[in-house]
């Protein structure tokens, strides 16, 4: 009898078949209670015919498929076929460190967390092995104010409790290839705070096709997200959930930036429902 999960790991992939199956196959090595759950967003190469094969085997993996329509609506998918305790995002080109997956589940099976705190949130090695991010200042923060007032750089691992996950991963109104996943992050740190675990889980790799090497295009032309999390920095702000304010002057000058951008979209948007 399969036992339920305590980490489910959400997977949003596009036309890498053989690296998701590489890391698929690895997370079912891992000794500890995970499901894995994988959206194919459109892919041609074969992606989830290799992915059910393995689903076959092993029903801790639950993948799930449709048209390609960007790695927003592959993410959200990927977070709704989930049913642990915790939910981890994590990208498909991205190393994940098997080896500490345990002591991740030994912290969120033994740590009681109480209704403040959304879950943890663990370091990540950088793509150059010589190169180190700064470490988690405090072991009690939010998402947003440990990047404005701690000053935390470089990618890390967030690993949220499920229904909390599930009530912030609403998509924006829309049809948007790209959605931060930071918007996810704004959204939970108005009212949770998160625990700083200074552990390596994985580390970041930038593929030289992937979504990173043209995150500036991408952000202009899916600009309505990026309004929606910068506004969320500001009504952070204004809550109290942190202090700098130069973190709020970049907000606002982006809100102007992406306003502008998404004014096409929200009269659009706008005039549907006068003629509705």
Aim: charged share 25%.
């Amino acid at each position: 009898m399969q036992t339920q999960a305590l980490l489910s790991v959400c997977i949003p992939t596009f036309n890498r078949r053989d690296r998701v199956s590489a890391l698929v196959q690895e997370l079912l090595r891992a000794k500890c209670p995970l499901q894995i759950c994988v959206h194919v967003d459109g892919s041609t190469d074969g992606t989830g015919e290799a992915l059910a094969e393995i689903a076959s085997r092993d029903a801790r993996l639950v993948v799930t498929a449709g048209p390609n329509g960007g790695r927003g609506v592959a993410m959200f998918s990927a977070i709704a076929s989930a049913t642990g305790d915790y939910c981890m995002i994590f990208d498909d080109d991205d190393d994940l460190f098997t080896d500490r997956l345990p002591e991740v589940c030994e912290r969120l099976s033994q740590r009681g967390v109480d209704d403040e705190i959304a879950g943890f949130v663990f370091s990540m090695a950088l793509g150059d092995p010589e190169a180190t991010a700064n470490p988690f200042p405090s072991e009690r923060t939010n998402l947003i104010k440990m990047r404005a007032d701690e000053r935390v750089v470089g990618d890390k691992k967030e690993v949220i409790r499920t229904p909390l996950l599930k009530r912030a991963a609403v998509p924006p109104a829309g049809r948007f290839r790209r959605v931060p996943t930071s918007l996810l992050w704004s959204r939970l740190a108005i009212e949770y705070d998160v625990i700083c675990v200074n552990v390596d889980v994985g580390r970041k790799r930038y593929l030289l096709e992937g979504m990173t090497a043209r995150v500036r295009l991408l952000q202009r032309q899916n600009a309505y997200p990026m309004l929606l999390l910068n506004l969320n920095y500001i009504r952070a702000f204004w809550l109290g959930r942190y202090r700098s304010v130069r973190f709020l002057g970049k907000a606002v000058l982006a809100c102007l930036s992406f306003g502008v951008l998404s004014f096409p979209f929200l009269l659009k948007r706008s005039f549907a429902r006068v003629t509705s």
